[in-house]
């Protein structure tokens, strides 16, 4: 929270949100992550509004999630009151796709045997 502070009262009271960082935090809001750019939100980052987060997954391995800070959550019904917030539509549940198999084959350049009289430069 002191991110925040620090830079909205950095001159009186000022939050400038662009719109491409609009849309990032409403799909945070609604699906809990994000397919904006990392310029996207790292500039929410510095404005306290959104964080990673370093989690343990249940195969004992560490990930990164993003997600929106507190003062991130208190900016979402400014930005609805606003009619700047972005409701997109449900995404649609995954499809079971069948294994696909795929085969790789390399080709190999003919190696070049060094000629024996390689041709001299004239002198």
């Known amino acids: ?9 950095s001159t009186a009271f000022a939050l400038t949100i662009s719109r491409r960082q609009i849309e990032c935090i409403s799909q945070l809001h609604q ?4 397919w904006m750019l990392l310029t996207t939100f790292d500039a929410l980052a510095r404005k306290g509004l959104v964080e990673r987060v370093r989690e343990k997954n249940a195969d004992e391995h560490f990930s990164t999630t993003a997600r929106l800070t507190e003062a ?6 400014l930005l609805k009151l606003a009619g700047l917030y972005i409701q997109y539509p449900p995404r649609p549940e995954p499809v079971d796709l069948p294994p696909i ?14 000629d024996a ?3 001299q430069e004239p002198a």
Do not use: C, E, N, W
């Not at 198999?101 to 060094?114: E, F, G, H, T």
């Open 101 to 114: 198999d795929v085969a790789v084959i390399l080709k190999r350049r003919p190696q070049v045997q060094p």
């Open 117 to 119: 009289q390689a041709p």
């Open 1 to 9: 929270m002191s991110t925040f502070r620090d830079y909205v009262t």
């Open 72 to 77: 991130g959550h208190a900016v979402v019904p």
């Open 31 to 34: 699906f809990g992550d994000t």
